[in-house]
């Protein structure tokens, strides 16, 4: 069974960082992209960063570009974002989702639960 | 960047109804379209992906068509369950940003 579980999330003040981890089970992790979604209270899906199943190719939303970074640790079949200069706007649930293997099939075909970044003084 | 419009934002319905949600993309992104339907305090769920293909699980009630800028996911006969927000997905080019901004399926 394919089982993507966020942690990571909490309340972090204005300008503050935190490392999200996505823990991947079930399926052959380093053969699929990974995504990061999030979502903000009451707000819909915002997509955030994507990486190439071995790491080597990474992108961003613009607006959290120069502040966020994705990574992967296919040994550990854990997939990372490092949030960085926070502000409240970047409050929101995020999800990690996992890409459908295929040519062109660039959609997603699991997701995590998610976990909850809070931005607060 | 290719920007995903929905429309309606929210659509009020009654069981056993026929509902037809819209996305429509900027530019073309082929039959490169995936939806997905997520319920309050759940993670979303891919339902469609090609425009045209149900997932594993998804129930026959649900069809997907278009290609090119105009999309349409329809439910032949809404069930209780189908109350949720309904996003559409642009799948053309890696990555795959740009999802729509939803279409919220209340009761009526």
């Known amino acids: 069974e394919v089982q993507l579980v966020e942690s990571g999330g909490g309340l972090v003040q204005p300008g503050g960082s935190l490392r999200l981890s996505c823990a991947a089970s079930g399926f052959t992790f380093s053969s699929h992209a990974m995504h990061w979604v999030r979502q903000a209270p009451g707000k819909g899906l915002e997509y955030v960063s994507s990486?190439?199943?071995?790491?080597?190719?990474?992108y961003y939303a613009k607006s959290v570009k120069g502040r966020f970074t994705i990574s992967r640790d296919n040994s550990k079949n854990t997939l990372y974002l490092q949030l960085g200069s926070l502000t409240t706007e970047d409050m929101a649930v995020y999800y990690c989702?996992?890409?459908?293997?295929?040519?062109?099939?660039?959609?997603?075909?699991?997701w995590g639960q998610g976990t909850l970044v809070t931005v607060s003084s | 960047e290719i920007v995903m419009t929905q429309s309606p934002a929210t659509l009020s319905v009654s069981p056993g109804e026929r509902v037809t949600l819209s996305c429509r993309a900027s530019?073309?992104?082929?039959?490169?379209l995936a939806w997905y339907q997520q319920k309050p305090g759940q993670a979303p769920r891919l339902l469609i992906s090609?425009?045209?293909t149900r997932a594993t699980g998804v129930p026959a009630r649900f069809s997907g068509s278009g290609s090119g800028t105009e999309f349409t996911l329809t439910i032949s006969s809404l069930q209780s369950e189908d109350f949720a927000v309904y996003y559409c997905?642009?799948?053309?080019?890696?990555?795959?940003?740009?999802f729509g901004q939803g279409t919220r399926l209340e009761s009526k």
């Open positions: 997905q642009q799948c053309n080019t890696w990555p795959p940003g740009s």
């Open positions: 530019e073309s992104v082929s039959s490169n």
């Open positions: 989702a996992r890409e459908r293997l295929g040519y062109r099939l660039y959609f997603f075909d699991y």
């Open positions: 990486i190439s199943s071995n790491g080597n190719s990474a």
């Open positions: 090609g425009a045209s």
